[in-house]
């Protein structure tokens, strides 16, 4: 009769647990030129202020390192799977973040967000019915940037109601085609969205560009503010 033997999960920690934070690996991110796993939230932070991987030292990109992640959701489940209760605590963490974090409605137009002014709800943008309404919300401040002199100025316009809340997961790309919508725009102009001075990918999210891109933290995170102008044709 072959005996088997048990492990417990401390004997794999050195596997499972993150070289920055010392805990359990919180959405694994595989640094694709070393293959060093860390949580999501570390290694992007790290990559904030280095582009070197933190266990190896390894350069991973040499102006973008954020370009060399990927996810490994086969860990995560592994993971999950062996620590009790890491999923659910994890959950409600992330609901107790975003509740803290939420804007709070304002009746004011002025204010820091109108209730009408949504990109999952508006009337002009339709969509299959599925608005991601459960997921996470953020506040977005829309400004257009104005450079004297600059083409397409006299089309591209600021927004009535410049303040929005949308699903974290919402892309730079659908920000951009209600732009569009909003502005009246034809359909072959182009615009670039910038956070902080820099253009944003239009597959970017916009959890993605609040954790990597936008600088303010605390009572002055929010609303994050994007910028958007005419796209400029450097060739």
């Known amino acids: 009769m072959t005996s088997h033997r048990k492990h417990l999960v401390?004997?794999?920690?050195?596997?499972?647990?993150?070289?920055?934070?010392?805990g359990y690996l919180?959405?694994?991110?595989?640094?694709?030129?070393?293959?060093?796993?860390?949580?999501?939230?570390?290694?992007?932070?790290?990559?904030e202020d280095s582009n070197d991987c933190p266990k190896c030292g390894i350069q991973v990109h040499e102006t973008n390192p954020l370009e060399m992640l990927r996810l490994d959701n086969t860990l995560e489940e592994v993971i999950f799977k062996l620590v009790p209760g890491l999923r659910e605590n994890e959950?409600?963490?992330?609901?107790?973040?975003?509740?803290?974090?939420?804007?709070?409605?304002?009746?004011?137009?002025?204010?820091p967000i109108c209730k009408k002014a949504r990109v999952d709800e508006d009337d002009d943008v339709k969509g299959d019915g599925d608005y991601h309404r459960s997921d996470p919300q953020i506040a977005i401040c829309l400004d257009c940037l104005r450079n004297n002199g600059q083409m397409g100025e006299n089309i591209v316009k600021g927004l009535m109601k410049k303040f929005i809340r949308c699903s974290t997961r919402v892309t730079v790309g659908t920000i951009k085609k209600f732009l569009?919508?909003?502005?009246?725009?034809?359909?072959?102009?182009?615009l670039d969205v910038l956070c902080n001075g820099e253009i944003m990918g239009k597959d970017h999210?916009?959890?993605?560009?609040?954790?990597?891109?936008?600088?303010?933290?605390?009572?002055?995170?929010?609303?994050?503010?994007?910028?958007?102008?005419?796209?400029?044709?450097?060739?």
């Not at 919180?26 to 570390?42: A, G, Q, Y």
């Not at 569009?180 to 182009?190: A, F, M």
């Not at 999210?205 to 005419?230: D, K």
């Open 205 to 235: 999210t916009m959890e993605f560009i609040y954790m990597t891109r936008w600088r303010l933290r605390g009572e002055n995170a929010y609303p994050m503010v994007l910028e958007y102008r005419p796209r400029i044709d450097f060739g």
């Open 180 to 190: 569009s919508l909003k502005l009246k725009l034809p359909s072959s102009y182009e």
């Open 91 to 111: 959950q409600q963490q992330e609901i107790e973040f975003w509740r803290r974090n939420k804007v709070k409605e304002s009746p004011d137009e002025d204010g």
């Open 26 to 47: 919180i959405k694994p991110t595989t640094v694709t030129e070393c293959l060093h796993t860390f949580c999501k939230s570390c290694i992007v932070q790290h990559f």
């Open 10 to 22: 401390r004997d794999l920690n050195h596997f499972i647990t993150c070289y920055i934070c010392k």
